[in-house]
């Protein structure tokens, strides 16, 4: 299932953090919508695996960010996610606290990023610290 969502409150929506630049906040509301809307409408509607082991998330850029955010804010729903070239400077890298202070979470991570970005080799040091294997 692909949600796309370029619009004006993409910044809002896909940041669990406030940017004092560019806003956010609005990323605990877009998953308990995506986690108790979406999921169970796909559910009903369509012959999918279900649980744990069989859900993952993937995005970019701020969808990256809210995809590796939504791994370890849900580990119940969550058993795998992608992040493609992760806007990982965003709010000053609160992400990267989050992830310090967060249990380790069983599951796989794609993490990558572009030739000219750094921030996807912090979280990648910092999430195999944590016990992460990342291939």
């Known amino acids: 299932m692909g949600i796309p969502n370029s619009g004006l409150r993409r910044i809002h929506e896909y940041a669990p953090f406030v940017d004092r630049r560019y806003g956010g906040g609005g990323g605990e509301a877009y998953l308990a919508w995506l986690v108790g809307t979406v999921q169970p409408l796909i559910e009903k509607q369509f012959r999918v695996a279900r649980g744990r082991e069989s859900t993952g998330i993937a995005g ?9 955010y939504a791994f370890l804010h849900y580990p119940q729903v969550f058993s795998f996610v992608g992040a493609m070239s992760p806007a990982f400077w965003f709010a000053k890298g ?24 750094n921030s996807a080799e912090r979280m990648y ?9 990342l291939d």
Do not use: C, N, W
Not at 125 to 133: E, F, H, I, V
């Open 60 to 68: 970019a850029s701020m969808g990256g960010l809210i995809s590796l």
């Open 94 to 117: 609160a992400v990267y606290e989050y992830v310090t202070q967060t249990a380790f979470t069983p599951g796989k991570i794609y993490l990558d990023h572009g030739t000219r970005e």
């Open 125 to 133: 040091k910092l999430l195999s610290q944590k016990g992460y294997r």
